[in-house]
């Protein structure tokens, strides 16, 4: 006894030792998890439950705890079930709050925070408009004026009672001296007694005889405690406008894009990880004219407080968050008004994408103007004209929706032509001043795509060279061997998948599926956002799809996808929708040319018994080779990096946990070369 005693002590020595030698690996968060970056600036609504206050800002809700002067933030990731909130109102007989989403889905939350889902009104099917339009409280009941009638809602059961179906766009109700009112849209009103049969619509009638001040929306609580909750700081950015994103040196730089949201606010948004900072972007008083929409934004590769925003009106300069300088039609630039609009009107100089070259030089192109397009600044005053015919639609109008301005390996400069009336691809090359406009719309089975590639809207540039472009009939890439041959005679790839079902049959990958941005990760996968189906991930080979993130089963915040950045250190991808900014912790990061002891390690370390999630080792090359072994050498897992990661869940070939102890990680180049060893302490 004394000898395993002795034993037991000296392992729990060493193991303390191997876990105090290995605590030092930093901190990241869980691969798989998601986080929310919810705007809160917007005070729309005010519900007081006597302790707290219920704040409906930007369309999402926080706590204001009037005693102790504490924030609670809620989203879809902490206790919500939907995003975007349209009206939110509090029961004092059952002291619940009742919350209604934009699209008729229903929470009601309890005081301390918990959530029940009522969803009875969503998931119903019905021809009727199921529009909410406000909400009545009375005893413990909430009545809501709905576009096809009256819901009537048990706060205490959280349940439907009734449904009145008027045939009436109803805006508000009201009850009094045991009777019922219902205001239509139109301004007429219904009565009806309570002890009548509310569900016969032959029980109500049309009236004038009632006081109208039943109707009036009780803003008691918004008048008397807005000025307090205006000094209140919940955090997150000022909009949910995330309709371009760019990241660099670990920022997130963000502006509303081309798709109009937020009712048009023009924005720039930049997050540091910790704070976020908005840009001068109210600048009516300054230029003469709103901003409108902020298409795109690039920062200066030698000075990151340097940005250059493009915009309906015009191009923009910033410093520090500052406004320096308006790029107009009438200030010395060569920026034209749109050809379709003229008399120089300064609302549609179109300056639809930006992009800096490494030398410092910032290229954009004016679109729908009538003899300029591609242009280069060179010095902040220094314009240089690249006109050429290929970037024009008709003679006196360029090309009319120029997006997603890149540089590729190669130093070409990409472009696409979001519009039916000249769907392209188009490289540029400013060594030699030679421009391919990509528009034979055929794929390599000869199968036309003058439907699905109407509108290319997104371009990335994979690991082998290719050239991704996304349209509104799925993804297409130009390869490689196309692009470096400078060949006329192309098409476009359309990847197709096996079936594997027996058959020689396949699929065209995401055939029909309207993407709407991409990005391409580190280990060499394609993210597709999409207009209605939120992000899909397809693995390096593009056979297999890895992830299909939607509202459903993931914490995406909408299925429209308007944008997707990648901080490719930490693995950290940023997903724009049209309800805010999540993000996904990805498996995927840069890897190194060269691993080494100081660069290869894994995280969590040491694994605590409580720890179910993924164990990630960090700092490999591109597509390492990675082997888990026991203190004995026995293999445990293998695989291959993404990018510069590689996953473990913690379990043998039999998925069984393993059981205490050190587990050794040994890795290797894909060819073979240069491995190193790290090591995983795992607790039971």
């Not at 309207?514 to 597709?528: E, L, V």
Request: aromatic share 12%; net charge negative.
């Amino acid at each position: 006894m004394k000898t395993k005693t002795g034993c037991r002590i000296g392992w729990v020595i060493g193991l303390s030792f191997i876990i105090f030698h290995f605590s030092f690996s930093p901190v990241r968060a869980q691969i798989g998890s998601w986080k929310t970056y919810m705007a809160y600036s917007e005070v729309q609504d005010i519900q007081s439950s006597g302790e707290e206050l219920y704040v409906q800002a930007s369309n999402g809700l926080y706590t204001y705890n009037l005693a102790d002067q504490s924030v609670t933030t809620y989203d879809k990731l902490n206790g919500l079930n939907e995003t975007n909130i349209k009206l939110i109102k509090w029961n004092a007989t059952t002291k619940k709050l009742l919350i209604v989403y934009q699209n008729q889905n229903m929470d009601v939350m309890e005081e301390g925070g918990e959530v029940t889902n009522l969803s009875d009104l969503y998931q119903k099917t019905m021809t009727a408009d199921k529009t909410v339009n406000s909400i009545f409280m009375h005893q413990e009941y909430a009545y809501l004026a709905c576009a096809f009638g009256i819901v009537k809602v048990n706060m205490q059961r959280v349940e439907i009672s009734d449904s009145y179906n008027l045939s009436a766009n109803i805006s508000r109700v009201a009850l009094t001296n045991g009777n019922i009112y219902a205001r239509q849209q139109n301004g007429q009103v219904l009565t009806a007694s309570l002890s009548a049969n509310l569900l016969d619509p032959a029980t109500w009638q049309k009236t004038t005889s009632y006081d109208a001040s039943i109707f009036n929306d009780d803003r008691t609580d918004y008048n008397q405690y807005l000025e307090t909750v205006q000094t209140l700081q919940p955090g997150g950015p000022r909009f949910n406008a995330f309709g371009f994103m760019r990241f660099h040196n670990g920022k997130i730089y963000s502006s509303n894009g081309s798709i109009a949201v937020t009712n048009n606010t023009s924005c720039i948004q930049v997050f540091d990880g910790d704070e976020w900072t908005n840009y001068d972007t109210d600048l009516e008083n300054q230029v003469g004219h709103k901003l409108f929409q902020l298409f795109s934004l690039d920062i200066d590769p030698a000075d990151e407080s340097h940005v250059y925003a493009g915009g309906q009106t015009g191009l923009y300069e910033f410093r520090d968050g500052k406004f320096v300088k308006e790029y107009n039609n009438d200030n010395g630039s060569p920026l034209e008004t749109a050809s379709t609009v003229g008399n120089n009107n300064k609302k549609y100089v179109m300056v639809t994408t930006v992009k800096y070259g490494s030398d410092g030089h910032l290229w954009c192109f004016n679109s729908i103007a009538p003899t300029k397009s591609l242009l280069e600044l060179i010095d902040d005053k220094t314009w240089k004209d690249h006109y050429k015919k290929e970037f024009f639609v008709y003679e006196d109008r360029s090309l009319e929706d120029i997006r997603a301005m890149m540089f590729d390996s190669r130093g070409l400069l990409w472009m696409v032509n979001n519009m039916h009336r000249m769907p392209c691809v188009i490289s540029y090359n400013p060594q030699t001043d030679e421009v391919r406009r990509y528009d034979n719309r055929v794929n390599q089975d000869g199968v036309s795509l003058e439907t699905y590639v109407s509108t290319p809207n997104s371009i990335a540039e994979d690991k082998e060279g290719n050239i991704w472009f996304g349209t509104n009939g799925g993804p297409y890439y130009l390869s490689k061997e196309t692009i470096d041959n400078n060949s006329t005679d192309y098409c476009y790839t359309q990847v197709k998948v096996p079936r594997n079902d027996g058959t020689n049959y396949a699929d065209y990958l995401l055939n029909g599926v309207k993407t709407t941005c991409m990005a391409i990760d580190a280990g060499n996968r394609k993210w597709f956002g999409t207009e209605t189906d939120g992000v899909y991930v397809i693995s390096a080979d593009n056979f297999t799809q890895v992830h299909h993130f939607t509202t459903q089963n993931s914490g995406l915040l909408a299925d429209h996808i308007m944008s997707l950045a990648f901080n490719n250190e930490t693995g950290e991808v940023f997903i724009g929708t049209e309800n805010g900014l999540c993000s996904y912790m990805s498996d995927s990061t840069t890897p190194n040319e060269d691993m080494s002891s100081d660069d290869v390690y894994a995280y969590p370390n040491p694994v605590t018994p409580d720890y179910n999630g993924l164990i990630t080792v960090t700092g490999l090359a591109y597509d390492a080779d990675v082997k888990i072994l026991s203190s004995n050498g026995k293999l445990i897992a293998e695989g291959r990096s993404t990018g510069g990661s590689f996953t473990w869940n913690g379990r043998d070939k039999d998925n069984k946990r393993v059981a205490s102890g050190v587990y050794m990680v040994a890795t290797a180049k894909a060819d073979g070369s240069k491995g190193t060893v790290c090591k995983i302490v795992m607790m039971k």
